[in-house]
């Protein structure tokens, strides 16, 4: 949350990478407009996305020279895995923002990672929109602020079309 609000309080760029799937585009769409509705002019100003060109998944084939634009990378539904772009963009004092929930080997410590498959979050059935709108049910919290709320519906497709389980409570209820 601080590398997102940094990055919009020092009015620099941000990029959003959007993965090539409904989970990838469901997961962009949340945390995109939920941060519009947080900061519109900064959002409508700064916040640039990057849609894959083919079925190509994480940071793999973002242009580096375009990437140091930016401040803040954020990747939804993707990049748990891509550690040498971590080490390169942080190199480049680039931060990115990975909320995901692919299996990874380990946390980067090049990189903020926000994956319930590494930590000890009880629910691993739930797909990146969920831990999107997770995130954004957390910078709420920290804002005084009901938006993701919004979302639930983008939640619901993003789990349903990454065929999530139903069979953890959580899934299941915001399917």
């Known amino acids: 949350a601080a590398a997102i609000v940094g990055c919009i309080g020092l009015e620099e760029k941000m990029l959003v990478v959007v993965d090539c799937d409904c989970d990838g585009f469901t997961s962009s769409a949340i945390f995109i407009n939920y941060l519009h509705d947080l900061f519109p002019t900064a959002v409508e100003t700064k916040v640039d996305w990057f849609l894959h060109s083919g079925k190509q998944h994480g940071l ?20 748990s895995n891509d550690y040498d772009y971590h080490l390169e963009f942080a190199y480049q004092d680039i931060s990115v923002v990975v909320l995901d929930h692919h299996e990874a080997e380990f946390e980067s410590p090049n990189a903020i990672v926000i994956n319930n498959q590494l930590c000890d979050y009880p629910n691993k059935h739930l797909s990146g929109a969920g831990v999107t ?43």
Not at 135 to 155: E, I, K, P, Q
């Open 60 to 79: 793999s084939d973002l242009n580096k020279n375009i990437a140091a634009e930016y401040g803040v990378i954020v990747a939804p539904d993707a990049a």
């Open 133 to 175: 709108w997770q995130f954004c049910r957390y910078m709420d919290s920290l804002t005084g602020n009901n938006y993701a709320n919004r979302y639930l519906d983008l939640v619901a497709l993003g789990n349903t079309a990454d065929m999530m389980s139903l069979r953890d409570f959580e899934t299941k209820h915001l399917v």
